[in-house]
RNA sequence: GUCCCCAUCGUCUAGCCGGCCCAGGACAACGGCCUUUCACGCCGUCAACGGCGGUUCAAAUCCGCCUGGGGACGCCA
């Protein structure tokens, strides 16, 4: 077999979205499992759309997920000679000619279609006309000229098998723009055909565009890569996915706290399978996508299983690089802590968190100014009584004579005046979580206090147990 | 409207060259265990082959129709 490569082709008319970054981890899985390359092009051709800082943008999230690229970034406005001379040899072989129709004449063309119940289409009326370039003309391509018997276009899709189209349904499509840019038909076929692909993996949305693009193959005399549907991902209503689902941008779910290891295999299982594994490193996935067990049919995004994958892989990560990692979200809140502080209590909360969100929520809370613990009402009404109150003065003064503030002192006082008071534990424990934190879940309260510091703890306690 | 694609639990899916499937795994939900709280973890329960016809001794698996869903039909990509 010859080297594979494979392509993600984005345009930079917006963020990279999660449905982009599925196409593209499978072209780098496929490219990587069969020690081929992993090519990168930036299709920015509409000029009026495409944003320099969408190109930034789409590159970071690749690199965040861990999708290198081999080779040079390519920018389809830098190749427009390889276009043209493709163009041009067309027109010369009488595959492709000039048409100077307006876009209203061909709109009403189309409208036209429409009413009668066909197609909507361009009906080829300057196909034999032989017209020359002139000033707001297109080049398009002269299909009874590839195809002269007619019949069908048919190729063997990697994920969706055999797929036939009748060559009437294809009209003579606009291969150059007046602007003397390509359309995108023309430019991905030149630049696969230029940059060696042979497998364009890419979203279902583009089926329709195959044929089209087997013919251009057809015409220019090339060779076709394998062509590889992968459905569209919807949302959890099974509607196209769109701003009311919630983060669609990679971007956005990396400001969220998500890992991009839980992000990239809840993806892959998004239309990917094997067997009845769920969980896969990186190394593993390589090792398994060979382009088979590709699944046709469209698949709903799942917010709450990414989410399961995310608290298992940040359970999973070490504390000291669960510390950095956490570090810029806890800077975000305007928190002051060091790293080094930071590990106990990441330690503390890390099989808590699902988000790393929510770990910079869990380090707050605990670092917060005494004044800015936020008691849970419900929480608040039951413990803080009269008696919860005068429970957590008389700890005050427990806790400010101990020796040392280690969890197993703390835990030896803390059950030492619960049993020598003659009290229960509950009349204890909850009293203190909300002084604490202010509510009624954390981790073990010696553990906790002693990460927390002698010094805060009884300021927090002083607080709660004013009457 | 025309063309193309798709169809297994609420969701992601295994199975689909027919019997091993009165359909397996995972998420969610629910119940329990663990626990001085909350999570984590562990155990368990609920839950699906869209409909109708064929082919066959036998169909989730093959064929047809219907229904439903999606996509495309641009001088966007």
């Not at 020359?132 to 019949?151: C, K, T, W, Y």
């Not at 030149?190 to 042979?198: A, L, P, S």
């Not at 989410?307 to 809140?333: C, M, Q």
Request: aromatic share 8%; with cysteine.
């Amino acid at each position: 077999m010859n080297k594979v490569i494979t392509r993600f082709a984005p345009s930079p008319t917006g963020h990279l979205h999660i449905g982009g970054a599925r196409t593209a981890l499978f072209c780098w899985l496929l490219a990587r499992h069969y020690g081929g390359e992993f090519r990168l092009r930036i299709e920015d051709t509409d000029l009026e759309r495409s944003k320099q800082e969408y190109t930034d943008s789409i590159l970071a999230s690749m690199r965040w997920l861990g999708l290198d690229w081999d080779g040079e970034l390519a920018y389809q406005t830098q190749r427009t000679a390889l276009y043209n001379a493709a163009v041009d040899r067309l027109l010369e072989t009488g595959k492709a000619y000039w048409c100077s129709c307006t876009p209203e004449e061909v709109e009403a063309m189309r409208e036209a279609a429409r009413a009668r119940g066909d197609k909507p289409r361009y009906d080829g009326r300057c196909r034999d006309k032989h017209l020359g370039p002139a000033p707001g003309s297109v080049v398009r391509l002269n299909v009874a000229a590839v195809m002269p018997d007619g019949g069908r276009i048919v190729f063997d899709d990697m994920v969706k098998g055999h797929i036939a189209v009748d060559v009437d349904e294809l009209d003579d499509m606009i291969l150059r723009r007046s602007d003397g840019m390509p359309t995108y038909n023309m430019a991905v076929v030149v630049d696969d055909h230029d940059m060696g692909v042979t497998h364009v993996i890419r979203g279902d949305d583009h089926v329709s565009n195959t044929p089209k693009q087997i013919l251009l193959y057809k015409a220019l005399g090339w060779d076709l890569p394998v062509f590889g549907h992968v459905p569209m991902i919807l949302g959890p209503d099974r509607q196209k996915l769109s701003k009311r689902h919630g983060a669609r941008a990679v971007v956005e779910y990396q400001k969220d706290g998500l890992l991009p290891a839980a992000l990239v295999n809840c993806l892959v299982r998004l239309g990917w399978s094997h067997g009845d594994q769920e969980l896969f490193t990186m190394d593993e996935l390589i090792e398994f996508f060979d382009g088979t067990n590709l699944n046709s049919s469209a698949a709903a995004f799942d917010f709450e299983k990414l989410n399961w994958f995310n608290a298992h892989y940040l359970h999973e990560t070490p504390v000291e690089e669960l510390v950095r990692l956490v570090e810029p979200f806890v800077v975000r809140k305007g928190l002051d802590v060091t790293a080094e502080a930071l590990v106990p209590m990441v330690a503390l909360y890390r099989e808590r968190a699902n988000t790393l969100l929510d770990l910079a929520d869990d380090m707050a809370r605990m670092l917060c100014p005494t004044e800015a613990v936020v008691y849970d009402e419900k929480a608040a009404a039951k413990a803080l009584t009269d008696e919860g109150r005068a429970q957590l003065r008389a700890l005050h003064d427990v806790f400010a004579a101990l020796p040392d503030f280690d969890p197993a002192t703390l835990d030896t006082a803390l059950n030492s005046y619960v049993a020598g008071n003659g009290l229960k534990f509950k009349q204890v424990g909850p009293p203190l979580r909300v002084a604490l934190l202010g509510n009624q879940s954390g981790p073990h309260l010696p553990d906790l206090m002693a990460v927390m510091g002698r010094e805060r703890v009884l300021s927090r306690l002083e607080r709660a147990g004013r009457a």
